[in-house]
């Protein structure tokens, strides 16, 4: 089962631009999607970017155009580069290895969150 670590939250200013990064190990072969969540205070988590198997990308409404995200084969490393970062992003951002959306599996894995803060 894979182990996701997530580094690369802050504190950070409006405008300004953070990359996050989560680092997997153990098995992911059967992971079909590779993805980050954020979930703020108060409100329900909400997927923020995909990285589909068949190579397709899918992102909130709200960040497109502004985020990247991306997959290192070599180094099965998970990255969001965040650009342009408003107050509405404020949240802990989560990655996440899934086998579907929205249905839990045992083979799915989560990061611990990292905490990204943006003042205005």
């Known amino acids: 089962q894979a182990k996701l670590v997530e580094s690369g939250g802050g504190l950070v200013q409006a405008g300004g631009s953070l990359r996050l990064s989560c680092e997997a190990s153990?098995?992911?072969?059967?992971?079909?999607?590779r993805a980050w969540y954020r979930q703020a205070l108060g409100k329900e988590r909400e997927l923020v970017a995909a990285?589909?198997?068949?190579?397709?990308?899918r992102y909130a409404e709200s960040v497109k155009g502004r985020f990247t995200i991306s997959f290192d084969n070599t180094r099965h490393t998970l990255s969001l580069q965040m650009n342009s970062l408003k107050p509405e992003d404020t949240a802990t951002y989560y990655c996440?290895?899934?086998?579907?959306?929205?249905?839990?599996?045992?083979?799915?894995?989560w990061g611990q969150g990292t905490l990204v803060t943006v003042s205005s």
């Open positions: 996440a290895m899934l086998v579907e959306y929205n249905l839990p599996s045992a083979l799915d894995a």
């Open positions: 153990g098995s992911i072969f059967s992971i079909n999607i």
């Open positions: 990285l589909e198997s068949g190579g397709s990308t």
